[in-house]
């Protein structure tokens, strides 16, 4: 792993902390005013559906096409400027019509999204809300090109502090709405698409700042973008089939007054790990990939994506045992107050359980993607994505009348195991590039002998402080107590086991303060 992609690793994972702190905040605010009742059900739903389609229109499918062609473009002297700038036109178009459509069926597509909530007062709650935001998803989507252009432009700070000011908006709402009074579901819907705004006003300067102004335009079906969308259309199907299992584990949630709102706060712990590594990674992963495989560097290509698999995992696997062993007391600790009661904790605590067990799964869905996308293969991810699709409805359908809304939760961990089994199994034809070197294979052993241990002493913390945790002014010194317990152990075993060398995690922080100080 070259020191520049570690370098972006650590600048986009230091500001998705941030953000993913910043929306933790936001969460217990929310589980504060709202609770797990009707009122946050249908919040949770309305704000999904913008970001449902958002994921499948840009992020998580244009971009993995929209970065190497631009890349390419940019490497080679080519028109890079107006490529980006018709791409631009051509979403904006787009966009603008499905935004009014989307609005005008907003019944239609929360009955789609949670059919449990038909004939009671949470549908007419999610289709207002819906209704208001859901514009959110025009702006969002032209900040997931624009940050694609800052990101190759290898402005990774700018790209990365996006997020941020999301939940930042959200959290001044909720206090604005709690001094003065306001209805705090209408606060936070009519939030959503100002957020938009702020986060596509704040990438347009920059981009404009490293060279890249973008008005808008007519659309014009180019060459490029004709390449582009073929290139994009098997990612966007597979981007679709990700939501499909979303939309699946909602219908489930759906059909428990408050399942919604407890798998939206389980998702936001399991998420921090996964953004601050898995998105990071995969976000530098492709660029660098990319350059190294156009340059016939099979060598450096290799080791970047061994070494960005090896520092994920030696992240991600601690966190989810983690989250498996203590979800309790970290659900107890963080949430419990207001209007989010025990049985709140108990519930929430189970989906986030479960969410652990797939951590590491989606972590290594941004590790090993950029190695087809890098190729400009869509089409194997797609259909590896359909196959996961069919074992999370399978599993989430199948086992509902034996673990309820759980079974939705994890589904979605066995199909991410599914979708890892498949991208693994279709790399294996791929080159030296996409091959595990030795020093990952001595490492990886030791990494999971390393997070058990620490599992074991984790255990053995909460039954020891138990007493503890459910006394409110000993909780967060308890709960401190466990996570730096969780970690002396984890990082002890891990350099006793030669998993690791604690210097390499000082030089990485090292070399991201001497970047940020240059």
């Given at each position: 792993m070259s020191k520049g992609l570690i370098r972006n690793v650590v600048t986009l994972g230091g500001w998705t902390l941030l953000s993913r702190g910043a929306g933790f905040a936001r969460d217990v605010m929310m589980a504060n005013y709202l609770g797990a009742g009707p009122m946050s059900d249908a919040?949770?739903?309305?704000?999904?559906?913008?970001?449902?389609?958002?994921?499948?229109?840009?992020?998580?499918?244009?971009?993995?096409?929209?970065?190497?062609?631009?890349?390419?473009?940019a490497e080679a002297g080519e028109d890079a400027q107006a490529f980006a700038q018709d791409a631009f036109n051509g979403m904006t178009a787009l966009l603008v019509v499905f935004s009014i459509i989307g609005t005008l069926a907003m019944p239609l597509l929360v009955w789609m999204m949670a059919?449990?909530?038909?004939?009671?007062?949470?549908?007419?709650?999610?289709?207002?809300?819906?209704?208001?935001?859901?514009?959110?998803?025009?702006?969002?989507?032209?900040?997931?090109?624009?940050?694609?252009?800052?990101?190759?432009?290898?402005?990774?700070?700018?790209?990365?502090?996006?997020?941020?000011?999301?939940?930042?908006?959200?959290i001044a709402s909720m206090?604005?709405?709690?001094?003065?009074?306001?209805?705090?579901g209408l606060t936070l819907a009519w939030t959503l698409p100002l957020t938009g705004v702020l986060q596509f006003g704040f990438t347009w300067f920059a981009a404009r700042a490293a060279g890249h102004t973008f008005t808008l335009g007519r659309p014009r079906w180019t060459p490029d973008l004709k390449r582009?969308?073929?290139?994009?259309?098997?990612?966007?199907?597979?981007?679709?089939?990700?939501?499909?299992?979303?939309l699946v584990g909602r219908q489930v949630a759906s059909f428990t007054e408050g399942a919604v709102a407890w798998m939206s706060y389980a998702d936001r712990l399991y998420q921090l790990p996964l953004g601050v590594v898995g998105i990071a990674i995969g976000t530098a992963l492709l660029p660098d990939l990319s350059r190294r495989l156009r340059a016939g560097d099979a060598e450096g290509g290799r080791a970047s994506f061994n070494r960005g698999a090896e520092f994920a995992l030696a992240l991600t696997l601690p966190a989810a045992v983690a989250l498996v062993v203590i979800a309790m007391p970290l659900?107890?600790?963080?949430?419990?107050?207001?209007?989010?009661?025990?049985?709140?904790?108990?519930?929430?605590?189970?989906?986030?359980?479960?969410?652990?067990?797939?951590?590491?799964?989606?972590?290594?869905?941004?590790?090993?993607?950029?190695?087809?996308?890098?190729?400009?293969?869509?089409?194997?991810?797609?259909?590896?994505?359909?196959?996961?699709?069919?074992?999370n409805a399978a599993f989430a359908i199948g086992m509902m009348p034996v673990m309820g809304f759980v079974a939705a939760a994890l589904a979605t961990s066995v199909s991410g195991w599914t979708m890892v089994w498949q991208l693994w199994r279709g790399s294996r034809g791929m080159d030296d590039a996409a091959r595990f070197d030795d020093r990952f294979k001595q490492r990886l052993p030791r990494i999971i002998l390393a997070a058990l241990v620490m599992g074991v002493v984790l255990w053995g913390m909460t039954v020891l402080l138990g007493?503890?945790?459910?006394?409110?002014?000993?909780?967060?010194?308890?709960?401190?107590?466990?996570?730096?317990?969780?970690?002396?152990?984890?990082?002890?075993?891990?350099?006793?086991?030669?998993?690791?060398?604690?210097?390499?995690?000082?030089?990485?922080?090292?070399?991201?303060?001497?970047t940020d100080a240059g």
């Open positions: 919040f949770f739903v309305a704000q999904s559906l913008p970001n449902m389609f958002r994921r499948f229109f840009a992020e998580g499918a244009f971009n993995q096409a929209f970065v190497p062609l631009f890349a390419k473009k059919a449990g909530f038909a004939g009671d007062d949470r549908f007419d709650l999610a289709v207002t809300y819906g209704e208001i935001g859901f514009s959110y998803i025009l702006f969002i989507s032209l900040v997931a090109l624009l940050s694609g252009v800052l990101v190759t432009k290898g402005r990774f700070t700018e790209a990365g502090f996006v997020p941020v000011l999301m939940n930042l908006a959200f206090l604005l709405a709690d001094w003065r009074g306001w209805n705090m582009l969308a073929i290139i994009a259309g098997p990612a966007i199907l597979a981007g679709g089939v990700v939501q499909i299992n979303l659900i107890q600790v963080l949430f419990q107050r207001g209007a989010f009661g025990a049985d709140d904790t108990a519930n929430t605590a189970l989906v986030l359980a479960a969410y652990g067990l797939g951590l590491p799964a989606f972590v290594l869905h941004k590790v090993l993607q950029p190695l087809y996308y890098a190729r400009e293969d869509t089409r194997r991810p797609f259909k590896f994505a359909v196959w996961s699709m069919v074992v007493p503890a945790l459910d006394v409110a002014r000993w909780r967060w010194m308890a709960l401190a107590a466990l996570v730096f317990g969780g970690m002396l152990s984890y990082f002890g075993a891990g350099t006793l086991f030669g998993a690791f060398r604690l210097a390499e995690f000082k030089a990485l922080m090292r070399r991201r303060r001497d």
